[in-house]
């Protein structure tokens, strides 16, 4: 079965087109450790920060997507850099939630940007083992923590939030909203207990808030009423890439660009949404209009989405966009910004077998030192990457994979341990730091300190 179902023109696995806007857009950087030279200064506070946040983007997809984009550009891949890999600061960071060892993008993402652990599932809650206490302090008493935006915007900074994902999924709900659950997205979420106690969906949340520009996917969630009350505040509304680049650059904006979340970057040329590095460069843009500073959090939301379908042709193409993003903001973002890339958790996602140097990370293994392909005990050949659970179970009776089979970019990676949907991981997580404050990026550190230094550093309260 392939693993998206409308037809679309398959690209070359070793050769994914990049849009001549991006090109354009990145013309004058010759490396990613020029690019990171111009932004490494790490002394002073910085009057913006801009954070990246790569769903699911463990450090195994970022040496799957090193090698990916090398081999993309007629390498071997494995000295291959991506942009933010020319970063000066590193950490690992742990990603646990309060009562769950793996965790979920919502727990992460509250951890991220608002500085404290809460329970998987949970946006921006503080946590409890009694969900009516939680539905209490949250809906009722209105007692949650701040969120970045709130507190970002009353320090009179702009905010930017950008996703691939659905703008009410969990990791761009952590900018804005306080939910008991992630699920709440939209008002036929919100059941009658729910209501009394004083909850709203994520939606509404969105359009009452101070945000001043939110781009994504995810329209199906906000009731025509919803939007009606955006553009009522004076707001702009956009639903396709040209009315968002003729949109007023001086008005609050808000784009939804598909009905759920946006396509995947493998798929996106048959589409009018924009890039992440057209929405990014526009935030910037905009953003930086603000003589007090801005706060952006960008996610590469459908790396997670292709991972979860062990589709890893598309976690790397999206990793590919997310890596244009980064390019597009160190080209563009002064020396006064704190550029962040990081994860929320990890994914089940291998690479494995000896495979030879140069070797097409889509494809089968092949030895140093052999011409044919490794067979493993059933007598099959096996591919580098997999994963370790998922629904693509190999088992006595799969089909001997070949060349073609495993770089169709439909193709879905074999699993070991049957499952319906592929899951996430718990082990740590990369972040990634340049430009002032980037110094305090060291070692192993809880993922609630990320959200705690961003408070810090842009002396928010």
Not at 23 to 44: H, R, V
Not at 165 to 180: E, F, I, K, N
Not at 286 to 303: I, K
């Amino acid at each position: 079965m392939p693993f998206y179902s409308k037809s679309f023109a398959h690209q070359s696995v070793l050769l994914p087109a990049i849009a001549l806007s991006t090109l354009l857009l990145l013309g004058g950087c010759n490396s990613a450790a020029d690019a990171s030279a111009q932004k490494n200064t790490e002394t002073g506070s910085p009057k913006n920060v801009i954070l990246f946040i790569g769903d699911g983007m463990g450090v195994s997809t970022v040496t799957a997507a090193r090698i990916f984009d090398g081999q993309s550009k007629g390498k071997s891949g494995e000295e291959h850099s991506l942009a933010f890999e020319a970063f000066d600061n590193l950490a690992l960071i742990k990603t646990y939630n309060t009562n769950a060892q793996v965790p979920d993008s919502a727990g992460t993402a509250t951890a991220i940007l608002s500085g404290y652990k809460t329970n998987i599932g949970a946006v921006n809650v503080k946590p409890n083992v009694d969900e009516t206490v939680m539905v209490k302090e949250a809906c009722t008493d209105k007692a949650s923590p701040p969120t970045l935006t709130k507190v970002a915007k009353a320090k009179g900074k702009a905010v930017g939030v950008i996703s691939t994902a659905r703008l009410t999924h969990a990791t761009p709900a952590a900018m804005y909203s306080h939910s008991v659950s992630r699920s709440w997205e939209t008002d036929k979420d919100i059941k009658d207990a729910m209501a009394v106690a004083g909850c709203t969906s994520i939606a509404q949340q969105l359009v009452e808030s101070d945000v001043d520009l939110a781009l994504g996917g995810g329209r199906k969630e906000f009731t025509d009423a919803h939007i009606q009350s955006w553009t009522d505040q004076g707001h702009i509304y956009v639903a396709d890439f040209a009315d968002l680049s003729d949109s007023p650059a001086d008005q609050r904006i808000l784009g939804l660009f598909n009905s759920s979340h946006m396509s995947f970057e493998a798929d996106r040329a048959e589409t009018n949404e924009p890039s992440l590095a057209d929405m990014t460069t526009l935030a910037i843009n905009r953003l930086s209009q603000d003589e007090d500073g801005y706060v952006l959090m960008v996610e590469a939301g459908r790396v997670d989405h292709a991972h979860h379908g062990t589709n890893a042709y598309r976690a790397m193409r999206d990793m590919q966009a997310l890596n244009e993003a980064v390019q597009a903001a160190l080209a563009q973002a002064g020396d006064d910004t704190l550029i962040m890339v990081t994860a929320d958790h990890s994914h089940v996602f291998t690479m494995s077998g000896y495979p030879m140097r140069g070797n097409p990370i889509m494809g089968l293994v092949k030895r140093p030192d052999s011409e044919d392909y490794e067979l493993a005990k059933d007598g099959k050949p096996y591919t580098t990457l997999g994963y370790h659970n998922g629904s693509n179970q190999r088992t006595a009776d799969s089909v001997p994979l070949t060349d073609n089979m495993v770089q169709d970019p439909d193709y879905r990676q074999e699993t070991a341990i049957p499952l319906g949907s592929e899951t996430h991981a718990g082990e740590d997580v990369p972040l990634y730091a340049t430009g002032p404050g980037s110094e305090k990026v060291r070692g192993t550190m809880e993922q609630d300190e990320i959200g705690r230094l961003i408070r810090e550093v842009l002396a928010l309260n």
